[in-house]
């Protein structure tokens, strides 16, 4: 299973940005899908989580500004950021919960990452 995040860039506080996050491979379900970033000098922190089903779950301080979703038939997540401000600069980090194959529990999944810088 791969994950390809995409999106990231350069934005001015106040922007917006779309970050996308395509899964692929022998996929039997994906499950839980989310959102992690990791600022510089600082441990990686959950921004947003998606079921299946299309429940969410946002950090306190983001669900005002982001919004998470998916598009099951796409295997893809995205995270809509919006009111950027330079405390969001981070590389940012897909996650999948996914079964490669009937019965099984399934894994954790990674994407590579993106950078989302915020300047002036």
């Known amino acids: 299973v791969q994950l390809q995040a995409s999106g990231g860039g350069f934005v001015q506080p106040g922007g917006s940005l779309r970050l996308s996050c395509a899964a692929s491979?022998?996929?039997?379900?994906?499950?839980?899908m989310g959102w992690y970033r990791q600022a510089p000098g600082k441990q990686r922190e959950l921004v947003a989580i998606?079921?299946?089903?299309?429940?969410?779950r946002y950090a306190d301080s983001l669900k005002d500004r982001f919004t998470i979703s998916r598009d099951n038939a796409k295997n893809t997540v995205y995270l809509q950021m919006d009111s950027l401000n330079p405390e969001d600069t981070a590389v940012y980090y897909c996650?999948?919960?996914?079964?490669?194959?009937?019965?099984?529990?399934?894994?954790?999944?990674w994407g590579q990452g993106t950078q989302v810088t915020v300047s002036s």
């Open positions: 996650k999948a919960l996914a079964v490669v194959r009937f019965g099984d529990a399934g894994r954790d999944y």
């Open positions: 491979g022998s996929i039997f379900n994906l499950r839980t």
């Open positions: 998606i079921t299946a089903g299309g429940s969410t």
